[in-house]
């Protein structure tokens, strides 16, 4: 089949690393700054009800990542073939893609409906974090399905070039959801004041519109996605194909998240100041974080695609330019926010004390930048190449090895404060970084078929 017998829109610009990467960074700020407004509009009812919404984000993550591992799996496949021409593996892979995460996400509500409670138990969070906590959990869980096949649809869209439909739907959800926060956050417009648990509502709201929207351009043949005639019937073959590079990155998530969680518990231990503290730097670094997931995506599509085109060697600089640009755009971020760090804190909770904490928890993130620029960006080549294993026994060896295991004797056994807690990220993505460039640099990945 030709590269042009297929039903779709224009084709996106000649392909960068930056003509991708700019369109995934904005698209990340603005879900940044809806997660910010989330946190304000919640922070206004006070600590706990913020603490809540924070940990609750945190285990949503948790129940995302068997479809985010699947995004990842379609984004390789889906890569290469567009580089090699295939445009009918394409529309085969995508539709099956999206058939597969309705089916996982739907199991992964089931499961998560009978852990709500039991993650904030296990965490270790105080009783009315926990009580607030699990409304705001059950909501954001309605929302996995829409966002399920909208991750699907995006992963293909920017493997093949595309990173500006995903960023305009972006865009569309996070307006609606601030309108909503306001609606079922404070009970405006006749319905219930909800707290917490409103601003999970309005976030799956949002998320069902968008997806909507997203499905319908697709249908219509108004994005670069070929419509070749694919089958909807369950093809397991195509399945297996996403699942086996998808699995490792689901491994990873997972772990990642368990140990995020765990490391959140340490902090629990030491009060909600502390952890509040943690939460809101965290939030406030994911701005310093946006260029890392737009060159985490670019390195992903460019070296899928030149693998697919037979240019291997093209395709190893593409991950190194993503690498260099990443630490340049992180390194700079993250020193603005440094020095703006107390008005932003603010922005957030009016505490001295969580303030205080907070000012020593950022110095420690923003000595992590470069390390982290370099992670982002190399471990997004190699997931492109189909290498999802690489990352999870990185991510494992860290985080085991290197930040939960010195965190629980810091915590736990030298009872040291929460500073010496913190610094074990400094030792982790150093750890993280280092094996990610041994294994790219080896260049084992170039073999690797999808």
Request: include cysteine; charge should be neutral.
């Amino acid at each position: 089949m030709s590269k042009i017998e297929s039903t779709a829109g224009p084709s996106p610009a000649p392909l960068s690393v930056w003509s991708l990467a700019w369109p995934t960074m904005l698209a990340m700020a603005s879900h940044t700054a809806t997660r910010w407004a989330d946190m304000k509009m919640v922070g206004v009812l006070g600590e706990v009800p913020l603490a809540a919404v924070t940990v609750g984000g945190q285990a949503t993550w948790l129940f995302q990542m068997a479809v985010i591992a699947l995004s990842v799996g379609l984004t390789a496949i889906v890569a290469r073939a567009y580089g090699a021409g295939r445009f009918d593996e394409v529309d085969q892979a995508t539709r099956q893609a999206v058939s597969l995460s309705v089916v996982v996400s739907i199991v992964t509500f089931g499961v998560g409906l009978l852990l709500l409670e039991p993650i904030f138990v296990w965490i270790g969070t105080e009783a009315e974090v926990t009580a607030l906590g699990t409304g705001y959990l059950f909501w954001m869980l309605t929302g996995l399905v829409p966002i399920a096949v909208s991750m699907q649809l995006a992963s293909s869209l920017r493997a093949g070039g595309d990173a500006m439909t995903p960023l305009w739907l972006g865009l569309i959800a996070n307006v609606l959801n601030v309108g909503l926060n306001w609606i079922f956050i404070y009970g405006h417009w006749g319905a219930p004041a909800m707290g917490a648990a409103g601003a999970g509502l309005a976030s799956s709201l949002s998320l069902v519109v968008a997806t909507l929207l997203l499905v319908v351009w697709w249908r219509k043949g108004w994005t670069i996605l070929p419509i070749t005639g694919g089958r909807w019937t369950l093809d397991f073959a195509m399945w297996r194909r996403i699942a086996v590079i998808g699995a490792p990155s689901a491994a990873e998530g997972v772990l990642f998240n368990v140990v995020m969680l765990a490391f959140v518990g340490l902090m629990a231990g030491y009060g909600t100041a502390e952890l509040v503290a943690y939460q809101i730097g965290v939030q406030i670094f994911m701005l310093a974080f946006l260029p890392g997931h737009g060159f985490e995506v670019a390195a992903s599509a460019l070296v899928g695609q030149n693998l697919g085109a037979g240019r291997p060697e093209q395709a190893e600089r593409e991950g190194w330019k993503a690498a260099r640009m990443a630490m340049v755009f992180m390194v700079g971020m993250a020193s603005v926010l440094f020095v703006a760090s107390e008005p932003l804190g603010r922005f957030f909770i009016d505490s001295d004390e969580v303030i205080g904490l907070f000012q020593s928890f950022i110095i420690i993130l923003a000595l992590c930048m470069p390390m982290l620029a370099v992670d982002f960006a190399i471990g997004g080549a190699l997931r492109g190449a189909g290498d999802t294993r690489t990352p999870m026994v990185a991510l494992l060896v860290a985080l085991a090895g290197f930040r939960l295991l010195p965190g629980y004797f810091i915590a736990n056994v030298f009872g040291l404060d929460v500073e010496y807690l913190w610094s074990v990220l400094l030792v982790d993505f150093t750890v993280r970084t280092a094996l990610l460039c041994w294994a790219f640099r080896r260049g084992k990945w170039k073999l690797k078929v999808v």
